[in-house]
């Protein structure tokens, strides 16, 4: 079993940036893709950026391209997201997530097999 633990969130003013971090707890972490999710009070958790395994692919929701970027270090077992220009509407809690199965980063939630506690990013107006 892989344990995901996030952290970088915060409270951060709109334009501001934060990176978050998610380090898994395994070296077999780096076969496999690793996705971050978001989900805001009230409302669905939401796909927001995945990376393959040695990041030749990556892929965003609408809503973040051109201001968030997914990386990995898989030599430190950790996933990186930084958040740039950001927006009120990004507020949510933030998790990261495994997928063990497919090559290529999905957009589905239940596609993804370990996840991590979550870490909250407020943005304030």
């Known amino acids: 079993q892989v344990q995901l633990v996030e952290s970088g969130g915060g409270l951060v003013q709109a334009g501001g940036s934060l990176r978050l971090s998610c380090a898994a707890s395994?070296?077999?972490?780096?076969?496999?893709?690793m996705g971050w999710f978001r989900q805001a009070p009230g409302k669905e958790r939401e796909f927001v950026a995945g990376?393959?395994?040695?990041?030749?692919?990556?892929r965003y929701a609408d809503s973040v391209k051109g201001r968030f970027t997914i990386s990995r270090d898989n030599a430190k077992n950790t996933v990186f997201l930084q958040m740039n220009s950001l927006k009120p509407e990004d507020t949510a809690v933030y998790y990261c997530?495994?997928?063990?199965?497919?090559?290529?980063?999905?957009?589905?939630?239940?596609?993804?097999?370990?996840w991590g506690q979550g870490t909250q990013v407020t943005v304030s107006s």
């Open positions: 997530a495994i997928d063990r199965h497919r090559s290529l980063p999905m957009v589905v939630a239940s596609e993804y097999d370990y």
């Open positions: 395994r070296r077999t972490f780096t076969v496999y893709v």
């Open positions: 990376i393959s395994w040695n990041g030749g692919n990556t």
